[in-house]
C-alpha cells in the first residue's frame, strides 16, 4: 500500500470515530427514551450536547497539536472518548447519559480536527482535495454500516451494547495512531507555546474574510447535515414506522450520496476551478432543499420522496464540502491545526445551533427537519455568493 493510501485508511478511520458515536446511536435514540424515561427533546439533548463539545474542544486541540505535533493530543482524545463510552455503557439516568456524552465530544474533537491539519501538512490544491476525498470515503464507512451495526447490537444485546462498540473503536484508534500514523508537524516547524501565539492565530484567521466565508459554507452545509441526524431517526421510525434495521438501510442510503459525490470533489474542482464547483454545487444544493420544503408544506408525505430529495441535496454536499474544507486551509499552513480547529468549532456551534432550535418545533412529522436543511442551504448559497464570486479563469488544459 503506499503512503498516500494508507494516510487515507489511517486519517479516515480515525476522523469516522467522532461519527461513529452518533451514527450508532441514532437507532438507539427510541430505546433510550423508553428505558431512561426521558422525553424526546432530553434524549435529543444527550446528542446536542455531544456537538457542543465536539465543536468547542477542537479550538484546544488544534492549536495544541500546532505547538506539540499532531500525536499527542489524538491519543489523549481518543482515551477520553474511550471513557465516557464506558459511562454511557453504564448510564443509569439521561442525566448521566448526557454527562457522559459531554466527555465524548471532548475527546471525539481531537479525532475530527487533526486529521484536517494534517492533510494540509502532507498536501495542498488538487492533491490535498483528493485526499481529502479519499478520507471521506474511509470516512464512509460509519454512516453506511455504524446505524446497521449499531441496530443490529440493540436487537441482540440492547442500547448499551452501542457503547461498548465505541470503546472498543477508541481503543482501535489509539493503535492505529501508535502503529500507522507519522508525526507530520516537525519540530522545527512547531508553533511557540503560550496564550498569546495562539490568539494571534485566532485573530488573523478571523480577519480574512475568505476564511470566514469558506467556513460558513461548510457551516451551513454541515447543519443540514446535522438537522437530519437529530430528526431522522424519530421520522423514519416514529412517523414512517421503520424498523430500528429499516431506519439503518434508509440512513446508510441518505449517506451513500454524500460519499459517492464526494469522490467527484477533486475532479471538478481541477475541471472546472474550485470556486465554480463549489458555486455549482451548494446553488443546486439549496434548490433541491427549496424544492423538498415546497413539497412538504403542500403536504406531500412521503418516505421515497424525502429520501431521493435528500440524496440529492447530500450529494451535493458531497462535492462542495471537500473542496470548501481544503481551500480554508489553503493559505494557512503554518497556523494548519488552529485553522482547521476554529474551522470546526465554527461549523459544529452552527450545526448545534439548528439543532436545539428545531427541536423547540418537533411535532412527529418531517417538516422541522425540512425546514432546518432548507434555511441551511439559503444561508449557505447567500454566504458561497458573496464569499467566492469573484472569477476565476478556468484550468488551462496541460500541453
Given amino acids: 500500500m503506499s503512503s498516500f493510501a494508507r494516510n487515507a485508511v489511517v486519517l479516515g478511520l480515525l476522523s469516522a470515530v467522532g461519527p461513529f458515536a452518533i451514527d450508532m446511536y441514532l437507532p438507539a435514540l427510541p430505546s433510550i427514551s423508553g428505558d431512561l424515561h ?13 456537538f457542543l463539545a465536539f465543536g468547542v ?24 472518548f ?35 491539519a494534517i492533510i494540509r501538512d502532507l498536501h495542498t490544491g488538487a492533491e490535498a482535495t483528493r485526499l481529502m476525498a479519499m478520507v471521506m470515503l474511509v470516512f464512509g464507512v ?27 473503536a477508541a481503543v482501535l484508534g489509539l493503535i492505529l495512531v501508535g502503529l500507522l500514523l507519522p508525526e507530520t508537524r516537525p519540530i ?8 498569546a501565539p495562539v490568539l494571534s492565530s485566532f485573530a488573523h484567521l478571523l480577519r480574512d474574510r475568505q476564511f470566514i466565508g469558506l467556513v460558513l459554507i461548510g457551516g451551513f452545509g454541515m447543519a443540514s447535515f446535522f438537522s437530519y441526524l437529530a430528526g431522522s431517526s424519530f421520522i423514519y421510525i416514529g412517523h414512517f414506522n421503520l424498523t430500528p434495521t429499516q431506519y439503518s438501510l434508509a440512513f446508510a442510503l441518505n449517506a451513500a450520496g454524500f460519499i459517492g459525490a ?15 464547483a463549489v458555486i455549482g454545487a451548494v446553488a443546486l444544493y439549496a434548490s433541491f432543499a427549496l424544492l423538498l420544503l415546497a413539497l412538504t408544506l403542500s403536504g406531500v408525505d412521503q418516505l421515497a420522496v424525502l429520501m431521493a430529495l435528500l440524496f440529492a441535496i447530500f450529494g451535493c454536499l458531497g462535492v462542495a464540502l471537500p473542496q470548501t474544507m ?17 474551522s470546526a468549532t465554527l461549523q459544529m456551534l452552527i450545526g448545534a445551533a439548528l439543532i436545539a432550535l428545531i427541536s423547540l418545533f418537533e411535532n412527529g412529522t418531517a417538516l422541522p427537519m425540512v425546514a432546518g436543511i432548507a434555511t441551511a442551504a439559503c444561508a449557505a448559497l447567500g ?14 488544459p496541460a500541453e
Fill in 188 to 195: 522545527a516547524l512547531r508553533s511557540k507555546a503560550g496564550l
Fill in 82 to 116: 474511550a471513557l465516557g463510552a464506558l459511562g454511557g455503557a453504564l448510564a443509569p439516568s439521561i442525566g448521566w447519559l448526557i454527562a457522559a456524552r459531554v466527555l465524548q465530544g471532548i475527546g471525539a474533537a481531537a479525532v475530527t480536527v487533526i486529521p484536517r
Fill in 38 to 50: 426521558a422525553s424526546t427533546a432530553a434524549t435529543q439533548l444527550s446528542l446536542t450536547v455531544y
Fill in 57 to 80: 474542544f477542537q479550538i484546544i486541540y488544534g492549536p495544541a497539536s500546532d505547538m506539540i505535533g499532531r500525536r499527542p493530543p489524538l491519543a489523549i482524545g481518543l482515551a477520553l
Fill in 262 to 276: 464526494s469522490q467527484l470533489a477533486a475532479p471538478l474542482g481541477v475541471r472546472l476551478g474550485m470556486r465554480r
Fill in 383 to 396: 454566504v458561497t455568493l458573496a464569499t467566492l464570486r469573484r472569477p476565476e479563469p478556468l484550468p488551462q
Fill in 326 to 342: 481544503v481551500m480554508s486551509l489553503e493559505q494557512h499552513g503554518p497556523i494548519a491545526g488552529a485553522a482547521s480547529a476554529l
Fill in 142 to 168: 460509519s454512516p453506511l454500516l455504524a446505524p446497521l451495526f449499531g441496530a443490529a447490537l440493540i436487537a441482540l444485546v440492547g442500547w448499551r451494547a452501542v457503547f461498548v462498540a465505541m470503546s472498543i
